[in-house]
């Protein structure tokens, strides 16, 4: 079991900046995949950006160039920088992390931050 605790969100302007973290309870070596995902009211969940195998990065199309995800291995713990964030960007962001065991693969999810962008 892996529990996800993200913190970081609340409102933030048009082209300003707010990072979220997300600290995992097991070592990050142990987990396959973890990053961000974000659902607005209305819309499916959809990914924003996320660490795939080794240090792989993967970011959706609409936050490239203006987010940044990181991770600190000796805390367990992943980041997502977002500068200038826009009003589209409001969403209750999840974090979320996969680990396989064996021929299995189990996905975590936070309990979800919200970021609202907004003047």
């Known amino acids: 079991q892996v529990q996800l605790v993200e913190s970081g969100g609340g409102l933030v302007q048009p082209g300003g900046s707010l990072r979220l973290s997300c600290a995992a309870s097991v070592s990050i070596f142990s987990i396959n995949a973890m990053g961000w995902y974000r659902q607005a009211p209305g819309k499916q969940r959809e990914l924003v950006a996320t660490f795939t195998s080794g240090s792989s990065t993967n970011y959706a199309d609409s936050v490239k160039g203006r987010f940044t995800i990181s991770r600190d291995n000796a805390k367990n713990t992943v980041y997502l920088q977002m500068n200038s964030p826009k009003p589209e960007d409001t969403a209750v962001y999840y974090c979320?992390?996969?680990?396989?065991?064996?021929?299995?693969?189990?996905?975590?999810w936070g309990q979800g931050t919200q970021v609202t962008v907004s003047s």
């Open positions: 979320h992390c996969r680990r396989f065991r064996g021929l299995d693969e189990y996905d975590y």
